[in-house]
């Protein structure tokens, strides 16, 4: 876990000699010290990807001074840099439909600290939630779709999104098709979660076509959104066996434990700077 006074910093460049050595060396000679570093070169694509955590030995650490010194030797190197101060908290909008475990895992996790998130705002296209966003004192919105309503509805989320100067957007079991304006709109900055179980079950009652299959693995997928639906770029998957002692309720609970522990990975590892998006595919450095 993230140390509360750590800073992060994330970079991507060609895939060239010294790559890590200007960062390091860098660190070392300013007294930063380094926590935790992760690196990895794509040698398919030829690139290089790193993210360190480190913090000052003594006094504090500038960001513009940071910025100003460090810049022109990330310019001998292509690489493209972000630099994240210990205090920053990602304004996170969570999406959500009907079930509420995705949302309640993460309210629980907001309230208790583990995700160093603000969430200040909760939309849904039900009204069946808003208890809950009540009793965390966090506005909701019910904004109803049906197919004619449908961009009229999204023109609202991305109103609301703008108005509450939103980083993240977490879809918590949100059970609509976003429109291809809405997901590129939302490229690289929003996060769904969804089943995942072999043989693939699309439509109504998944669980319970796995069942009559006879399903012997249950599991989830949390990924980026895009215009294909439920291929976006992976973040984190979970998965647990099953066999045929478990009936649908039971699969559905198994289900949903594993799609809360998968979506709050995922999400973290975003606010914490551990996924670098390069194409479909991501680089994760998990913890």
């Not at 992060?8 to 935790?36: H, K, Q, W």
């Not at 969570?94 to 993460?106: G, Q």
């Not at 909701?140 to 939103?166: C, F, G, M, S, V």
């Not at 984190?236 to 039971?250: F, K, W």
């Amino acid at each position: 876990m993230k140390k509360p006074d750590s800073w992060i910093f994330t970079a991507s460049c060609p895939s060239v000699l010294g790559t890590v050595d200007v960062v390091t060396r860098f660190m070392a000679e300013n007294g930063y010290y380094v926590d935790e570093i992760h690196s990895f070169d794509d040698t398919v694509i030829g690139r290089f990807f790193i993210r360190v955590e480190f913090r000052p030995q003594s006094g504090e650490c500038n960001f513009e001074q940071f910025s100003e010194q460090f810049s022109a030797r990330a310019s001998e190197f292509e690489m493209e840099w972000e630099l994240t101060r210990p205090d920053h908290k990602p304004r996170v909008a969570i999406l959500v439909s009907k079930f509420d475990h995705c949302l309640n895992d993460l309210l629980y996790r907001y309230r208790t600290g583990q995700l160093g998130i603000e969430v200040p705002v909760i939309i849904s296209n039900h009204p069946d939630l808003e208890h809950l966003a009540q009793w965390h004192g966090i506005p909701y919105y019910h904004l109803p779709i049906t197919a004619d309503t449908k961009p009229q509805q999204e023109a609202e989320i991305i109103r609301l999104l703008e108005d509450y100067e939103i980083d993240l957007v977490v879809l918590a079991r949100y059970m609509q098709v976003l429109s291809p304006d809405m997901c590129q709109y939302l490229d690289g900055k929003a996060i769904n979660i969804h089943h995942s179980l072999l043989p693939g079950f699309k439509g109504a009652r998944p669980y319970h076509q796995a069942w009559e299959k006879g399903v012997k693995m249950v599991g989830a997928t949390a990924h980026y959104v895009n215009n294909d639906l439920d291929e976006g770029p992976i973040i984190t998957q979970g998965i647990q066996t099953v066999d045929h002692a478990h009936y649908p309720e039971d699969l559905v609970a198994k289900g949903q434990d594993i799609e809360r522990v998968t979506l709050f990975n995922a999400v973290r590892y975003h606010i914490q700077k551990r996924v670098f998006l390069h194409g479909k595919r991501t680089v994760v450095f998990s913890n």
